[in-house]
């Protein structure tokens, strides 16, 4: 019987001590400061993990590919703004200015074909851009 709890006794404290040390490292990497709210760069992330299993089960063999599909996943998607007027730019691509705040919208077909380029301005600053495959 004193074995019993004993060992009880054991799997109390290991998870106390397991839950303080997930509260004092993980929790701050998840969570902003002292309150519920989820960080944007954890949901982000977390939007990202079935395009990227599926890109590792569509092409497991090639790395190129993967990382093609996981850069279109981490493309920002904005909500729908009807008010706005989209003047094709390429096939199955769109543009139109915000007149509130002069923000433009690209918007861009389901089905067409981008290809990602990184490129480096003078300033040191890398962009990813992303070009419509003809």
């Known amino acids: 019987m004193n074995n019993k709890q004993t060992l009880q006794r054991i799997k109390i404290f290991v998870s106390m001590a397991f839950s303080f040390l997930f509260i004092v490292y993980v929790a701050p990497q998840i969570f902003l400061n ?13 939007k990202i993990i079935p395009y990227s299993l599926y890109a590792y089960i569509r092409f497991p063999i090639n790395k190129n590919q993967q990382e093609k599909i996981k850069e279109l996943a ?10 706005l007027s989209y003047i094709p730019i390429s096939k199955g691509v769109y543009a139109a200015q915000d007149p509130d705040n002069a923000a433009v919208h690209v918007k861009v077909e389901s089905g067409t074909e981008l290809e990602v380029r990184t ?13 419509p495959v003809k």
């Open 74 to 83: 981490n493309i920002q998607r904005l909500p729908k703004n009807s008010s």
């Open 119 to 131: 490129i480096t301005l003078n300033n040191g600053q890398t962009l990813k851009v992303f070009i």
């Open 34 to 46: 002292n309150t519920t709210a989820v960080k944007p760069r954890v949901l982000a992330q977390m």
